[in-house]
């Protein structure tokens, strides 16, 4: 039976509490009552942590479209990682076209042109799609996570003081404005006690009144005090949770720079890899690549491209790109031609020559050598050059 009073009670403290709050707030909403302004130095840090989760929030939402472009797997992801469970292994965009490209290169045939280089531009696309696949873990874990942890869990204690701490605003504006109004009753009362009331009842009635109002001026006093008390306490607190904003973006600026660092890794492995294609389908034989350019739209370099339209008129002019006859004349006999290089080559190692575009250089046949590349002489300079790479010149 007490301890339902005592909820009773509490409930209905509460309740007055409440009322109160939200009387003080309709009051200054309206323009009826005084509120408490907080220091500038307290209304600075919590615009700044406003700001900060505000844009956090945009950060962290956007990265992980640019990570997971897909709406739906990243709700998938959303409700596995809520649920405490590792999402299922999925295969993403980039191997998905590498594992079709190798079916179609098996398919074609791996003895074909067409077919090896599917292959190969399959197996270069299922490293980019590896290659992918590390960058989300490793942004996930050194990037989203921190943000995440910031949003869900540092931010959320910042807006539960920060409320408290306007509810403290709202009672001491409430405890003031009684306290206003009990000096303004006593002080009425007191100026109807000095006129000169006839009848002793009616004195004594409003004595008795008197000594009441100013037990509630001294009891609205007390209780400014310890809502002043509470306020400041609760500012302090604010403060102190605010000031550590200035740590969490040091704590983010250190995780953009990982974010950072895996994006470059990730680009660089992309690039190494699109290197390592190009020169492996540099060793195919010209042919098969004048007649790919010429019947598809796939841009080349300008270079190339102007060696296609000298292949279509090799019959009207002494140059052309280096067909199966001429290759076969070469190697079968022991001279050597001039050759014009179409576009830029790297030599991969020490026993390739680097080319530049447009440059003329000697080329000649080595007995065993790849039916696919010529030996390349510049000056001083030997090494093996791919023919694709070259224009033999009448």
């Not at 939402?61 to 469970?85: C, G, H, M, S, W």
């Not at 079709?100 to 280089?117: K, R, S, V």
């Not at 008197?210 to 302090?236: C, G, Y």
Request: aromatic share 8%.
């Amino acid at each position: 039976m007490n301890i339902m009073d005592f909820n009773v009670k509490k409930l209905a403290a509460d309740a007055g509490t409440f009322l109160s709050r939200a009387v003080q707030f309709t009051e200054e909403k309206l323009g009826q009552a005084e509120k408490t302004e907080l220091d500038a130095h307290l209304e600075n840090l919590l615009s700044k942590a406003e700001c900060t989760k505000i844009w956090t929030e945009k950060i962290m939402k956007q990265t992980e479209v640019l990570l997971q472009p897909n709406p739906n797997a990243r709700i998938e992801e959303f409700v596995y990682e809520k649920l405490d469970r590792k999402a299922p292994s999925r295969i993403n965009n980039p191997e998905l076209l590498g594992q079709y490209m190798i079916d179609a290169g098996t398919e074609f045939g791996p003895g074909t042109a067409y077919g090896n280089a599917l292959i190969k531009c399959g197996e270069t696309q299922k490293r980019i799609g590896t290659a992918d696949r590390e960058l989300i873990q490793t942004s996930a874990l050194n990037f989203l996570t921190p943000l995440r942890n910031f949003i869900e869990g540092d931010y959320k204690t910042i807006a539960k003081e920060r409320k408290l701490l306007q509810n403290k605003r709202l009672d001491l504006d409430a405890a003031k404005t009684r306290l206003k109004k009990a000096k303004a009753a006593e002080t009425r009362s007191s100026q109807l006690n000095s006129a000169r009331l006839e009848g002793d009842n009616i004195m004594v009635n409003f004595s008795y009144m008197l000594n009441f109002l100013h037990v509630k001026w001294l009891k609205s006093e007390q209780e400014l005090r310890i809502t002043q008390s509470e306020f400041d306490r609760q500012a302090e607190i604010t403060r102190l949770l605010l000031e550590g904003i200035s740590s969490t973006h040091a704590h983010h600026l250190r995780c953009l720079n990982d974010f950072v660092e895996a994006q470059m890794t990730y680009y660089a492995q992309c690039y190494q890899y699109m290197l390592d294609l190009q020169k492996q389908l540099g060793s195919f034989p010209s042919n098969y690549l004048s007649n790919n350019n010429q019947t598809s739209g796939t841009p080349v370099p300008s270079t190339l491209s102007n060696a296609v339209g000298s292949s279509a008129m090799a019959s009207t002019s002494g140059l052309g790109i280096t067909a199966p006859s001429s290759v076969t004349e070469l190697k079968e006999s022991s001279g050597s031609r001039k050759a014009r290089v179409l576009y830029d080559y790297d030599a991969a190692n020490s026993t390739e020559l680097s080319l530049l575009a447009d440059e003329v250089i000697t080329v000649f046949s080595v007995v065993g050598m790849d039916s696919d590349w010529l030996m390349g002489e510049r000056g001083n300079q030997k090494g093996k050059v791919p023919i694709t790479y070259l224009e033999l010149l009448n």
